[in-house]
């Protein structure tokens, strides 16, 4: 009987071997000092220089290859969790969360002070105790700002009206909750943590009559710090149960009003094709900011946005954070941390009005990720920076051959987004296949990176698998080779579809937890209705699991990479 092949037989991948190989295939286009460089840094086992190679050597090149070459090398140590050491890089992260509330601190005191100023004096032409030319300018800026955001945001009371439709339950953690015991259902009940500015919107959405709800007052979301990259982890805030779904529904109004000019904070591939463009003609800049969300500062909302608005969200946010690792509690600056529904995208609405105050006539954000005319770079940068934000000048474009967006890298046109190891050294054979899939599309066929590939597959047994949507779902080869080495195969067992093409490899499987419904149970809370109209029939999803198990093929959308030929004619010792 075969042996049942499972993802959790453990695969080991070197990358201090993927990258000498693969410094090896492409030595010929860097210069031989740089090469030298490179080889004796992988074997001295030095990953941070590894990790800053395009700060190393800067661009030394012209050509989008060997650019590309530079960049990937990097790729394989950036963000690889193996040479992630949690104390230092909390520590990095506590340090940089505070000094970004120190930064707020600072935005905030000089937003009260403008305010005051153009309260004060009307700033519409010369006066010897009024604004200087340049404190008019910015007023200008200002008033445009103002203006777009207004437009965008429209009446308060259409917001708050959608928000018992729009309302929803997430799995993700809450202030009190870790994960694993925050699926929808966990949200649903009688105890609720809220804080007290939001108290009042739950009583008039939720529980009219105060009878159902026990309300518990609460200050503080919970700060916990996540993987980032091999120097930094990232902050990140669990806010309150009772506060997160108005949160939420908020967000889904402000991504609708966005979408109306242009903004589609669903779909990045706008940002990506107008970086392109940059890279060829240099017509647009990419601009990319540091720590945008904990750079928020506070007076920034009820400086830029109406009153009535400005109030509405400020009930909305969480005063203060409980910093997970030590306990203690700071009171924020920032309007709100990332995790916060409401950040995402306000943040796009502030950077969006800022951008259109420019004169810029092309305008795309998305996040921090913005782009406009080259021409208005140099100001938005600058109005950016009087609000209180760091341009991140390593990631913003907007001279020479280079631009970024949206995790699409482009020199030239071409793209040159280099392959990022995620997975640990030693691996599931299902996140394994993920890791080779995609260093076989940057390897050059027949050189020793597609090699030390090859080697790794014969000697783990993975299985081969025709090309599909699913990295991790085996090792991809060209269709017609599947074919002609038997891994396909038609079904008769299914009646009605027998015509079809199944192939074996790691599915993953959902699991679920049957509850009762949630929908059904927020409708109880909102319209006291009886019980026996509940509906307990419903399924909740959990953390899918792979199985290596027989899954039907389709013809996938995504072009396979120029190397799976001679790739697959190496695995199956097959002619095409």
Excluded at 51 to 60: K, N, Q, R, T, Y
Excluded at 329 to 346: A, C, D, H, Q
Excluded at 361 to 366: D, F, H, N, P, R
């Amino acid at each position: 009987m075969r042996k049942r092949l499972r993802p959790t037989t453990k695969v080991a991948i070197c990358p201090y071997k993927v990258a000498m190989a693969f410094i090896r295939d492409v030595d010929g286009s860097l210069h031989q000092e740089h090469v030298n460089l490179i080889t004796g840094l992988i074997q001295a086992r030095d990953y941070r220089q590894l990790a800053e190679l395009p700060d190393v050597i800067g661009f030394a090149y012209l050509n989008p290859f060997s650019h590309s070459v530079i960049h990937q090398i990097s790729a394989f140590f950036k963000k690889n969790p193996d040479f992630i050491d949690e104390e230092a890089c909390t520590a990095a992260a506590v340090e940089k969360f505070l000094e970004a509330e120190e930064q707020c601190r600072e935005s905030n005191l000089r937003l009260r002070y403008l305010d005051a100023l153009y309260d004060s004096f009307p700033c519409t032409g010369p006066h010897p105790n009024g604004c200087s030319p340049e404190l008019l300018e910015l007023k200008r800026y200002f008033v445009s700002m103002r203006r777009t955001i207004s437009n965008v945001l429209g009446n308060v009371e259409d917001c708050i009206n959608q928000i018992p439709d729009s309302i929803r339950l997430t799995s993700g953690a809450t202030s009190t909750s870790p994960r694993r015991k925050s699926l929808p259902f966990h949200k649903v009940s009688r105890n609720v943590e809220i804080t007290s500015a939001a108290l009042p919107i739950l009583r008039a959405l939720v529980d009219p009559s105060g009878s159902y709800l026990r309300p518990r007052i609460v200050k503080c979301n919970r700060v916990a710090f996540v993987p980032k990259n091999y120097k930094t982890h990232r902050a990140i805030a669990a806010e309150p149960k009772g506060v997160l779904p108005f949160q939420l529904s908020v967000e889904h109004y402000l991504k609708k009003r966005l979408r109306r000019f242009g903004q589609d904070l669903s779909d990045q591939d706008r940002n990506k094709e107008l970086a392109k463009l940059g890279s060829i003609n240099g017509s647009l800049a990419t601009v990319d900011l540091s720590s945008a969300s904990d750079t928020l500062p506070l007076e920034a909302v009820p400086f830029l946005f109406p009153r009535e608005w400005s109030e509405f969200l400020l009930r909305l946010r969480t005063p203060y954070g409980r910093l997970d690792h030590t306990g203690s509690t700071v009171r924020y600056e920032k309007f709100s941390s990332m995790g916060n529904g409401l950040t995402f995208p306000i943040e796009t609405l502030v950077f969006y009005a800022a951008a259109k105050a420019t004169g810029s006539k092309t305008v795309s954000v998305y996040g921090d990720d913005i782009i406009v005319d080259t021409e208005s770079y140099a100001m938005l940068t600058k109005l950016l920076g009087v609000l209180g934000f760091t341009t991140n000048l390593e990631k913003s474009f907007s001279a020479g051959p280079f631009r970024e967006s949206c995790g699409g890298d482009y020199y030239l046109g071409h793209d040159v987004r280099p392959f990022f190891m995620k997975s640990p050294k030693v691996t599931t054979k299902s996140d394994a296949c993920h890791t080779i899939n995609g260093l076989v599309g940057i390897a050059l066929p027949d050189g020793k990176l597609v090699e030390y590939l090859a080697d790794l597959v014969r000697r783990y047994r993975l299985p081969l698998v025709p090309f599909n949507e699913s990295t991790t779902s085996g090792i991809h080869i060209e269709a017609s080779y599947a074919h002609k080495a038997k891994l396909m195969r038609k079904d008769p067992s299914l009646r009605y579809q027998w015509h079809s093409l199944f192939f074996r490899a790691y599915v993953p499987v959902s699991r679920t937890t049957h509850v009762p419904n949630t929908k059904s149970y927020a409708l109880w809370h909102i319209r006291k209705l009886k019980e026996h109209d509940l509906v307990v029939s419903s399924e909740i999803p959990r953390e899918p699991i792979h199985r290596f198990k027989w899954t039907r093929w389709r013809v996938p959308a995504t072009p396979a990479p120029d190397q799976l030929f001679s790739w697959s004619g190496r695995l199956t010792g097959l002619s095409p």
